[in-house]
């Protein structure tokens, strides 16, 4: 068991990145060297107590890096695998192999607000997973780009999103129920239509979401067969 973990670890270690799901290390291939590059120099600052810090910028660099991973259910299980390890081990190198592990995976996706909220809730149950403070204020920091990005009522003014995450969050955010989606292309720009009601006031509305730059990465691994993504609540 021990020999299996400290395997496994030697993986993560030498990959840096490269996961389990062949789509994410696919995805990675499309990273720009400086956006890789300052990506990393900007998850150190925040990683260091940075407050001075542009998150519009943090994001953008994401989106053209190898890291960008919009839909990471592959880190997702990778990460909760560590932490498990962490917290049952009795084997201190293991422990210490499964924190780096966890440190590396957690670091490349800083700017995946559905990473930053797993990496949030586990580190409210151990300190070792990380600081609620940080977590709490990434959060904040990259939702606020979501939100100040539109006002979703045209196309021209729709919210952009980078991952199904933060649409989900946005919904929930607007608090509104859903009762349909439609989601389409119109020219270079794909986009989701949410027909919502406002949970207070009832009132019936449309709510236009940006996913180009989300679909356009999920057609690069889906090159055989393209489709649009619907981001259905």
Do not use: W
């Not at 990145?17 to 990506?39: D, L, T, V």
């Not at 498990?84 to 780096?100: G, K, L, M, P, W």
């Not at 939100?147 to 991952?163: C, E, F, P, R, W």
Request: proline residues 3%; glycine residues 6%.
């Amino acid at each position: 068991m021990r020999l299996r973990y400290i395997v496994f670890i030697l993986v993560l270690s030498f990959g840096l990145g490269i996961f389990s799901c062949n789509k994410a290390a696919r995805a990675q291939e499309h990273g720009s060297p400086q956006s890789n590059a300052r990506y990393n120099a900007m998850s150190s600052q925040l990683l260091s107590g940075e407050t001075d810090f542009s998150y519009d910028a943090y994001r953008k660099y994401y989106l053209n890096s190898r890291y960008y991973n919009p839909v990471p259910e592959d880190v997702k299980a990778e990460i909760l695998n560590l932490a498990y390890i962490i917290q049952t081990s009795e084997v201190e190198e293991d422990v210490a192999a499964a924190r780096y592990g966890y440190e590396t995976l957690v670091k490349e996706q800083l700017a995946n607000v559905e990473i930053v909220s797993l990496a949030l809730s586990l580190s409210k149950k151990d300190k070792r997973f990380g600081s609620v403070k940080l977590f709490e204020r990434l959060r904040a920091g990259l939702f606020e780009q979501v939100i100040n990005s539109g006002n979703g009522t045209t196309l021209d003014d729709a919210y952009d999103v980078i991952s199904p995450a933060e649409a989900r969050m946005l919904l929930s955010y607007l608090d509104v129920s859903v009762l349909q989606t439609m989601s389409g292309r119109e020219g270079y720009y794909y986009y989701s239509m949410y027909d919502v009601e406002d949970r207070k006031t009832g009132q019936p509305r449309t709510i236009f979401v940006n996913s180009t730059f989300l679909q356009n990465h999920l057609d690069k691994l889906e090159e055989d067969k393209p489709a649009v993504l619907d981001l259905r609540y």
